[in-house]
């Protein structure tokens, strides 16, 4: 799959989604202007305004409104990952220096709050109040699921159910405000945002275990250190279907490693998933996950960007960055 390709098939929605966001995010303070410049240049993949304009697309024509939508979903993302740079002391993401890193915590948070700010006139301006509920309702979820993520790491009392209950408000829950706010704003039938809204559910779930089985496969160039996630004590899938593929006593003594942050624990996590097929289990699911994403559409009329969508389901299942 060709992310170029796509942009390209958007044609001047493209150029209009990032003049909308640039234009809102505009300030003339030196240092949120630095700040905005460094992060508008560092584009990045930009998947969630992807999204949202294919959705629109995919569900009707799209309009201002859906642009709206678009740069919306780009600044709370942006915003989140300012904040959690600061939280989860990063300085490198996907290799590059963060906002945390090349200014200050402060200044991190602080712009991380006026993006959500920004995200917010613009919703209450340039949206419907259905909208604003998409996007209120996802903030809400991703907070609630990194506090759950937070007290899980510390109990260490994960499962395979309460693994998707956190990636489906830490993950799903921005993919599913970008693709409904979008299929809401060209007023389709009821049955198309039903349908878009299952396919973000899966997609971001789908997402979010890829990126996890990153943390265990040090030979991909992703820009995410290896080993981070257990250092941190998050329990995530590929660990899970490790355990439960080992005997008790193995698991039990990883488990006390992670615990007790041994000196090796990155390396023995690593070993330990790779001896008992963790990753492989995972990417199992992952498929999974990528085929309940493509059944959900199904029923959207043929279209270039419904095309798009089921390759990025597809895509997703690969991807290495």
């Known amino acids: 799959m060709e992310i170029k390709q796509i942009i390209t098939d958007f044609g001047d929605d493209w150029s209009g989604y990032r003049e909308i966001m640039v234009s809102t995010l505009f300030n003339d303070n030196p240092l949120i202007a630095a700040i905005n410049s460094y992060l508008t240049g560092n584009e990045g993949k930009q998947l969630r305004p992807i999204l949202s304009l294919l959705a629109g697309g995919a569900c009707g024509k799209r ?3 859906v642009l ?5 979903a780009e600044m709370i993302h942006t915003a ?38 920004r995200a917010l006139y613009l919703l209450c301006t340039g949206c419907s109040p259905e909208i604003l509920e998409c996007f209120t309702t996802a903030v809400e979820h991703l907070a609630e699921g990194e506090m759950i993520q937070m007290n899980l790491a510390d109990t260490l009392q994960m499962t395979e159910e309460k693994y998707y209950e956190v990636i489906s408000k830490k993950t799903s829950s921005l993919f599913i405000a970008a693709t409904r706010s979008a ?17 973000a559910l899966y997609l971001g779930q789908a997402f979010q275990i890829r990126d996890d089985i990153f943390d265990y496969s ?34 039990a003594e990883i488990m006390k490693k992670i615990e007790g942050q041994s000196s090796d624990v990155a ?29 959900s559409i199904a029923l959207l009329p043929d279209s270039i960007e419904k095309r798009h969508l089921l390759d990025i389901a597809e895509y997703l299942c690969t991807r290495t960055c």
Not at 275 to 295: D, F, M, R, V
Request: aromatic share 6%.
């Open 218 to 251: 040090p030979d991909l160039q992703t820009g995410k250190a290896a080993g981070a996630d257990v250092r941190e004590r998050k329990i995530t899938l590929p660990l899970i279907f490790a355990i439960k593929n080992s005997p008790a006593e193995e698991g």
């Open 68 to 72: 709206n939508c678009a740069a919306v």
């Open 183 to 199: 299929a809401i704003a060209v007023n389709p039938p009821k049955e198309y945002i039903d349908a878009i809204t299952r396919y």
């Open 63 to 65: 309009n201002r409104a």
């Open 80 to 117: 989140t990952l300012m904040h959690d740079d600061v939280t989860d002391n990063g300085n490198i993401r996907r290799g590059k220096p963060t906002v945390k890193a090349l200014f200050s915590p402060a200044a991190a948070v602080l712009c991380g709050d006026y993006w959500l700010a």
């Open 267 to 295: 390396k023995s996590a690593l070993d330990f998933v790779t001896a008992h097929n963790g990753i492989a289990a995972a990417q199992e699911k992952l498929a999974e996950k990528a085929a309940l994403a493509k059944e």
